[in-house]
């Protein structure tokens, strides 16, 4: 409902366009071409100066030349690009508000295959919108923060083999609908050699029309694994800070501005962005409680309760202190990123990294509060 009446708005507004346009070719001797309509966004300024010439022809052409352009505009939303790949846009539909998003029983049974290959509901995803709203499960008071206009810009960084065209087109609308576009430097895909044709060309050109400029696609020609592969995303990223994430994530609502306002009080943290739960049968988003990343006797990353000073200072807005970094979701300055050596490249699979981050990471902090450490042992 919401992107159709977007259309209807955009259609007037255009309408109106137009009329004012012809009106004013038509009693004024037009020495430049308005600006700040439609018209500009989409074409460059020397095609638009063209357009200032007064013979009769050339203002049909400009009126044409508009025309055409609306129907641009009104085929891109109302197919539009998603269309095209069998996508939606728009914020309602299944699963809007993060609600569990169901199949009729006919669909249930396309939707097998896709689920066992991808271990999730792809076909389900595929009938989800790519803008849909997610609910916004921050503490009360983190909504009540207010931080600085001025912050780093982000190059958000996701990695993928063989993912759901859907579910990294919603990953990528979605860091887009919810991150400042101020903050927002570049949208980096890095593709480890996938086999799917649809995460070829079909993607590239997908993202490229749908934002122009800002997404960089980096293909890897054999497949290096995620360690390598997120490596391979910082070596093209140019924003002060770099987001690593799985693609197959959403963001909420005012998620940039708290991360980055830490990075900027402090170039030498790492910053784990708090993770709740999509669920892969129905993408119902689940509110998991703010953790803490421990490791088990197997180093395997696992969710453990904060330390006690942060329970003690009852204020769930404040920021965790934690010894692992889980690797899908975690934000660092770029070069401070690349001071402390990325990533151990030697690494082929995930698991290994959240331990190395978290203790390459603690070595530039104080300890902990209430731990002693050894004297030999002096953080620097
Ligand atoms: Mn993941």
Request: net charge neutral; with cysteine.
């Amino acid at each position: 409902m919401a992107s159709l009446r977007r259309v209807k708005v955009l259609l007037v507004l255009n309408l109106i366009a137009v009329a004012g346009f012809v009106l004013f070719l038509a009693k004024c001797r037009p020495i430049a071409v308005r600006s700040g309509d439609a018209f500009h966004e989409l074409r460059p300024r020397a095609e638009a100066a063209n357009l200032s010439a007064h013979s009769a022809s050339p203002i049909q052409d400009a009126v044409l030349k508009r025309l055409s352009l609306l129907e641009d505009i009104v085929y891109r939303q109302l197919n539009g690009l998603s269309k095209s790949l069998g996508l939606i846009e728009g914020y309602g539909g299944r699963g809007k508000g993060g609600l569990p998003a169901t199949l009729s029983p006919a669909e249930e049974e396309k939707a097998k295959g896709p689920h066992e290959k991808y271990g999730y509901n792809s076909y389900l995803s595929e009938k989800i919108s790519l803008d849909r709203s997610i609910p916004d499960y921050r503490p009360t008071k983190c909504k009540e923060l207010k931080y600085a206009k001025e912050l780093p810009q982000i190059s958000i960084i996701f990695i993928f083999v063989n993912e759901a065209l859907s579910v990294i087109l919603r990953s990528v609308h979605s860091a887009v609908n919810h991150t400042p576009t101020h903050l927002l430097k570049e949208i980096i895909l890095v593709d480890d050699n996938s086999d799917e044709e649809e995460l070829k060309a079909p993607l590239e050109e997908y993202v490229h029309k749908r934002y122009p400029g800002l997404v960089k696609v980096v293909r890897n020609q054999k497949r290096e694994g995620l360690i390598r592969a997120r490596i391979e995303g910082w070596k093209v990223a140019t924003g002060q800070v770099t987001g690593f994430f799985d693609a197959h994530v959403e963001f909420t609502a005012g998620w940039a501005e708290p991360v980055l306002s830490r990075i900027q009080e402090n170039r030498k943290r790492v910053i784990l962005p708090s993770i709740d739960n999509i669920k892969q049968d129905t993408f119902e988003v689940q509110r998991y409680e703010n953790s803490a990343h421990g490791y088990s006797w197997e180093l395997w990353c696992m969710y453990i309760s904060p330390p006690k000073d942060w329970w003690d200072a009852g204020d769930p807005s404040l920021p965790i202190r934690t010894p692992a970094m889980i690797g899908c979701s975690f934000v660092v300055n770029r070069k401070f990123f690349g001071e402390i050596g990325l990533l151990d490249p030697g690494m082929d699979v995930y698991g290994g990294e959240n331990i190395e981050l978290g203790i390459k990471v603690c070595a530039w902090h104080p300890p902990w509060d209430g731990l002693s450490l050894p004297p030999e042992i002096t953080p620097f």
